[in-house]
């Protein structure tokens, strides 16, 4: 075998969490080197958050000139050029490409372009995508190699060739007739743009609702907003049999919960969930554990089964989102700094950024009675928020669940405009330990969504006492 080169820290795979750690470590002062095989700075900037925030935004703009006249604002007809589209995304990423670049200079860590595989413990073999071979050894390994889409295993679905999130953010068409499997974040993202942009839409969800970890309230109000604009969900059905290729014309039967049916469509995108990338890279010769579900098993510090071995973001089982690799970053670099941060403590705050947008932080009602937490819960819909009043956007509602026993909010769930930064205004009043009654008291600006707070914190019933036997 190769001489290893020695290095005092390698981050495998550039995402979220192993490129701020890679910097944090070459800055201060340490050997660095990160294993890429394709996407500098990982999924979010290239094929994952970024990009569809970018197309989103595209189809927003589709959808306000359609629908300008409702504004007074009266314009020919709409047409969509999906390669406009496409260049503008691109343009995008080409910049936060060049950002990571320059910052990977700066910070003097090395961005190794290859694949990687441990043949050893703390050792990786990298298959460089330019040719050749490079070994490399480190008193530190961190893991961060990411997930891609799974592909339910079902009869011709993989020989329909279905799109995924990075083949639909390539389209230079708007398809026909888009059939969306899986009705979680980023089926429910696309399904929406694709139909501002002027495809047909169907979704197709195994579960008996859309976004199965929210509230019932919260799926049934995200499917009139997605129904109102025209597209089709069918929940509760089981896909038996596909035929056809996507980009052309493709067929599926389907078991739902009003018997067989078959739809047909001219493109599929399977959002259906992730499966770890830590297949065939090695960990097993390594001593890196992974739990039944492919995910390295990690504790509360990130710590894997091996000395020395760390692993950050959703190949560590860490909730699937950009802000959350980040932080697993930070928690191990206080811990190496002599903290004692662990993944048990923080809050999870999320957004998906339909139109309006679902944020939620903290408990749901559901999941607060399913734990036994006692809790009171308090709704307000957008429509009676002024903000929401005076700009007509008066989807959705405000919920907060709040404990018994004590004045804390446990969790804050908004569909509607703003939604993202409302909730960061709760989220910042529930790291700072504030009673709900301060947001009541508040005096928010007018005429801001946030505003709606102080009527839906009011509106939280007394405390109930504990019947007694
Ligand atoms: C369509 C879509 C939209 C999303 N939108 C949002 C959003 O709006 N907000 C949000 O917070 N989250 C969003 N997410 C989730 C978010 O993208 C991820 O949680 C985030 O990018 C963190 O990923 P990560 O750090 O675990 O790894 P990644 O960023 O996926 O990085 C892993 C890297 O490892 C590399 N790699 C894998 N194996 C190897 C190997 N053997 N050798 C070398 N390199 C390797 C991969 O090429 C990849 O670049 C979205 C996801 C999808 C799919
Ligand atoms: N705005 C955001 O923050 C954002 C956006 C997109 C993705 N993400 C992250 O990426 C993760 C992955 O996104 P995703 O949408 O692929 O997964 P998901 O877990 O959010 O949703 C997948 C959905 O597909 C359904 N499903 C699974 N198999 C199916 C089948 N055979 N037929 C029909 N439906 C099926 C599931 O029941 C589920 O509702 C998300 O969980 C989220 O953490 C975040």
Redesign the pocket.
């Known amino acids: 075998m190769i001489q290893a080169e020695q290095f005092e820290v390698l981050v495998?795979?550039?995402?979220?969490?192993?490129k701020l750690i890679a910097w944090h470590m070459a800055q201060s002062g340490r050997r660095t080197a990160v294993?890429?095989?394709?996407?500098i700075g990982?999924?979010?900037p290239n094929i994952?958050?970024m990009p569809?925030?970018n197309q989103i935004s595209s189809a927003s703009t589709a959808h306000v000139a359609r629908h300008g006249a409702r504004h007074g604002t009266i314009s020919g007809a709409v047409a969509v050029d999906m390669a406009l589209v496409r260049r503008r995304k691109r343009e995008m990423v080409e910049r936060q490409v060049a950002k990571h670049l320059r910052i990977y200079q700066e910070s003097g860590a090395e961005l190794i372009m290859g694949?990687?595989?441990f043949v050893a413990p703390k050792t990786l073999e990298v298959k460089l995508n330019d040719g050749g071979t490079r070994v490399l050894a480190a008193d530190k390994i961190f893991l961060?190699?990411?997930?891609h889409a799974a592909v339910p295993n079902v009869p011709g679905l993989e020989a329909a060739r279905p799109l995924t999130?990075i083949e639909a953010l390539e389209l230079d068409y708007v398809p026909k007739h888009l059939i969306v499997i899986g009705g979680g974040?980023?089926g429910l993202?696309l399904a929406q743009a694709f139909r501002r942009f002027g495809s047909a839409v169907t979704v197709v969800e195994s579960g008996p609702r859309l976004m199965t970890r929210e509230d019932v309230d919260v799926s049934d109000e995200i499917r009139r907003v997605l129904g109102d604009e025209g597209i089709q969900i069918l929940a509760g059905a089981q896909l038996l049999q596909v035929g056809g290729r996507s980009g052309d014309t493709v067929t599926l039967s389907l078991r739902t919960p009003s018997g067989e049916q078959q739809i047909d469509g001219s493109d599929i995108l399977v959002a259906a969930g992730r499966i770890p990338?830590t297949a065939g890279?090695g960990l097993k010769e390594a001593g890196v554990e992974l739990d039944g579900r492919g995910y390295v098993s990690v504790n509360g510090r990130l710590e894997t089964s091996a000395p020395d071995v760390w692993a950050?973001?959703?190949?560590a089982g860490s909730p699937?989102?950009?802000?959350i690799?980040e932080d697993d970053f930070r928690i191990i670099r206080d811990n190496l700094a002599g903290g004692h941060r662990s993944t048990g403590d923080r809050l999870v705050p999320?957004c998906m950024?339909t139109d309006p947008p679902l944020a939620r932080v903290g408990l749901s009602e559901g999941e607060a009675k399913r734990q036994g937490v006692l809790a009171r819960v308090a709704t307000l819909p957008m429509d009676s928020v002024l903000g929401a009043q005076a700009t007509d956007q008066r989807q959705g509602f405000m919920k907060v669940v709040v404990g018994n026993n004590d004045d804390r909010i446990l969790g804050f769930t908004m569909i509607g405009a703003s939604a993202g930064e409302v909730m960061a205004a709760v989220q910042t009043a529930m790291l700072a330990g504030l009673a709900y009654s301060s947001l009541a008291d508040a005096d928010f600006a007018h005429p801001t969504m946030a505003e709606g707070l102080s009527s839906l914190f009011s509106s939280v019933p007394p405390r109930s006492v504990p019947e007694t036997k």
């Open positions: 495998l795979g550039s995402g979220a969490g192993g294993v890429e095989r394709r996407w990982g999924s979010c994952a958050c569809t925030k694949s990687g595989r961060n190699v990411g997930t999130h974040y980023s993202e990338n890279i950050v973001g959703e190949c699937q989102f950009t802000h690799s999320y950024f």
